[in-house]
Antibody, heavy 118, light 109 residues
Framework: QVQLQESGPGLVKPSETLSLTCTVS????????WNWIRQPAGKGLEWIGR???????NYNPSLKSRVTMSVDTSKNQFSLKLSSVTAADAAVYYC????????????WGQGTLVTVSS | SYVLTQPPSVSVAPRQTARITCGGN??????VHWYQQKPGQAPVLVVS???DRPSGIPERFSGSNSGNTATLTISRVEAGDEADYYC????????????FGTGTKVTVL
């Protein structure tokens, strides 16, 4: 059974870059889409973007200018970078798996809380 | 950008039926997926492609989609069904991306 685990700094300063990594275990990272989704405290889910193992990406139009995703198949990991963060970027960040062309998320990480503060 | 609208809350007595709607322009032409999220936990897929149930999801969870409204139905509601529920679609009309509904809090009375 696949497991996903987010990791990265829990505190980021305003205007800096948020960096998170998701490590996949129990299955190969290949031939799936890998997504990042966030949830501000007390609010709903917001899709950030996805990356295929080929490196192809799709990003939320509202975040596109600040988002970069990458994948490292040798480490079974994929990563998120969000630049120029503000308080509005504080949230629980989830990574999630999407089987090719299903357009839904069948496995999720437990989530990691990111706070934005100086 | 495509918008999915859900009622903020639905209350239901145990053993009754809860219906959670997800409204969107011609949503019946899209595949809708539903997630359950309990406090402090990650979302869990409960219905995919309008009405399919992933392995391990009780038959009490069912879905439908037509016109401008998709519906998640929970039959014979149990206390353990109390959670937030989100619908989700793939918006392929422009800048291919995913959209989540606003979320519905289901309270079991």
């Amino acid at each position: 059974q696949v497991q996903l685990q987010e990791s990265g700094p829990g505190l980021v300063k305003p205007s800096e870059t948020l960096s998170l990594t998701c490590t996949v275990s129990g299955d190969s990272i290949s031939n799936y889409y890998w997504n990042w989704i966030r949830q501000p405290a007390g609010k709903g889910l917001e899709w950030i973007g996805r990356i295929y193992t080929s490196g192809s990406t799709n990003y939320n139009p509202s975040l596109k200018s600040r988002v970069t995703m990458s994948v490292d198949t040798s480490k079974n990991q994929f990563s998120l970078k969000l630049s120029s963060v503000t308080a509005a970027d504080a949230a629980v960040y989830y990574c999630a798996r999407e089987e090719f062309w299903t357009h839904y998320f069948d496995s999720w990480g437990q989530g990691t809380l990111v706070t934005v503060s100086s | 950008s495509y918008v999915l609208t859900q009622p903020p809350s639905v209350s239901v007595a145990p053993r009754q039926t809860a219906r959670i709607t997800c409204g969107g322009n011609n949503i019946g032409r899209k595949s809708v997926h539903w997630y359950q999220q309990k406090p402090g936990q990650a979302p869990v897929l409960v219905v995919s492609d309008d009405s399919d149930r992933p392995s391990g999801i009780p038959e009490r969870f069912s879905g439908s989609n037509s016109g401008n409204t998709a519906t998640l139905t929970i039959s014979r509601v149990e206390a353990g069904d109390e959670a937030d529920y989100y619908c989700q679609i793939w918006d392929s009309t422009s800048d291919h991306h995913y959209v989540f509904g606003t979320g519905t809090k289901v309270t079991v009375l």
